[in-house]
């Protein structure tokens, strides 16, 4: 089993910036993947952006490429989003997820993949 605890959301103005995290506990050696979904009220879960634990792999969503990075500290076991040049339309809860499987190419959010997920953490952005 894998624990997942996101924090870091908040309110911020169009353009801002906020930096989320991701605590992972249990048993992470086995994860091959984590990663950040959002969804916004009365959309779908979507998938933001994914890395491989080794690092060898990342890969994002097109509508934050550019404006978000997904780093990880692995002495930490903690995952991060650094989300740069905020957009109303980035206004969601964020989750954090974690699988062993891969997570490039065209199935990389698929949400079946993961699971493991925290509880989330909400942004919200003004403009």
């Known amino acids: 089993q894998v624990h997942l605890v996101e924090s870091g959301g908040g309110s911020v103005q169009a353009g801002g910036s906020l930096r989320l995290s991701c605590v992972a506990s249990?048993?992470?050696?086995?994860?091959?993947?984590m990663g950040w979904f959002r969804q916004a009220p009365g959309k779908e879960r979507e998938g933001v952006a994914t890395v491989h634990t080794n690092g060898d792999s990342t890969t994002y969503a097109d509508s934050v490429k550019g404006r978000f990075t997904i780093s990880q500290d692995n002495a930490k076991n903690t995952l991060y989003l650094q989300m740069n040049n905020l957009k109303p339309e980035d206004t969601a809860m964020y989750y954090c997820a974690a699988t062993g499987l891969s997570c490039n190419g065209p199935v990389w959010d698929s949400q079946y993949r993961y699971p493991y997920w925290g509880r989330g953490t909400q942004v919200a952005v003004s403009s």
């Open positions: 249990g048993e992470t050696h086995s994860m091959y993947c």
